[in-house]
C-alpha cells in the first residue's frame, strides 16, 4: 500500500473523515501520523535533538540528547551516524498547506520548506503549499546509532540523574523527522497587491510554471542535506529505555 490514494483512503478511513477531489490537509496528515512542524527549518537539525514545549509553540532548547551521553571521539562518531541516519518512505499521502492553514500555524510556515515570503500571506486570494514524496528517519532500538543511544540513555539517567531531571526528562526529543521531495506552491492575487515569494537555491530546483503578476505556480525539488519539516516528538521520560 504505497499509492496517494491507498494511504488517503487509510487515512480518512483511521480519521472517519470525507476525502473527495482532493489532498488530505496538513492538520489531518499530523493528526493521523502524531507528527508536529518543527519550530525551525535547518539542515544540521538532528535526530534526538531537545526541544521544550510552552503549551503552544515548540522551542529547541539548542542540545542534543547525545551531548549528554557521549564525549570525544565516540560523540563524534555517532553523530556522524545520526547525520547519516537513512530516509525511507513515511507512507503518508502527498498532502497540503492551505492558506487558512499557513495563518493558523504560523505566518513563518512556507520558511521550513526555504520559501521567502514578502508581503502579507492573508493579502492573497489564494495561497497553498503541497508537500510530496515525504520521507521519514528514526531512531530505533535495532540499529545504530539508536542501539548505543538508548544503551547510553539508560545508564545516564542513573547515575546523572539530576542533569537528566533539568535537561530531558520532562522535554522531548525528536525520535523521527520528516522530509519532502520536493513541493508546490501554487499563489493567486489581486493585480498590484504586494505579495510576492523567494526561493533558497541550494540544492533545490526551482521549476516555474506559471510565473506571472497575479499567478505563480513553482515546483522546488530538494537534493543534498535538506532540512526537515516535521518531527515525531517523545517525551524524555518516555524515551525507550532498553
Not at 551521553?69 to 530516509?87: R, V
Not at 492573508?122 to 515525504?134: D, I, L, P
Request: charged share 25%; net charge neutral; proline share 3%.
Amino acid at each position: 500500500m504505497e499509492n496517494n490514494q491507498d494511504l488517503t483512503d487509510l487515512l480518512a478511513l483511521d480519521l472517519g473523515i470525507n476525502i473527495v477531489n482532493r489532498r488530505p490537509y496538513a492538520k489531518e496528515v499530523f493528526k493521523w501520523q502524531d507528527m508536529d512542524l518543527l519550530p525551525h527549518s535547518s539542515a544540521d537539525t538532528l535526530l534526538c535533538e531537545i526541544f521544550e514545549w510552552n503549551g503552544r509553540n515548540w522551542r529547541t532548547t539548542e542540545n542534543n540528547l547525545i551531548g549528554f551521553l557521549f564525549s570525544g571521539d565516540i560523540l563524534s562518531t555517532i553523530k556522524e551516524q545520526l547525520i547519516n541516519t537513512p530516509k525511507h518512505p513515511a507512507l503518508i499521502p502527498d498532502f497540503e498547506f492551505t492558506k487558512d492553514s499557513m495563518v493558523e500555524y504560523g505566518l513563518s510556515l512556507p520558511s521550513l520548506f526555504n520559501i521567502g515570503v514578502n508581503g502579507n500571506i492573508k493579502n492573497a486570494t489564494s495561497f497553498s503549499v503541497r508537500v510530496n514524496g515525504v520521507t521519514k528517519s528514526r531512531v530505533t532500538n535495532i540499529d545504530s546509532p539508536g542501539i548505543e543511544i538508548l544503551k547510553n540513555y539508560s545508564l545516564f539517567t542513573q547515575s546523572k540523574s539530576k542533569t537528566y531531571r533539568k535537561n530531558i526528562k520532562f522535554n522531548y526529543l525528536s525520535t523521527s523527522l520528516f522530509y519532502a521531495e520536493s513541493v508546490e506552491i501554487f499563489l493567486e492575487k489581486e493585480s498590484g497587491v504586494g505579495l510576492d515569494v523567494s526561493f533558497q537555491t541550494q540544492n533545490v530546483e526551482v521549476e516555474a510554471k506559471i510565473d506571472t503578476d497575479t499567478k505563480k505556480h513553482f515546483v522546488l525539488k530538494y537534493s543534498g542535506n535538506q532540512a526537515p519539516f516535521a518531527a515525531k516528538f517523545t517525551k524524555g521520560k518516555d524515551f525507550n529505555i532498553m
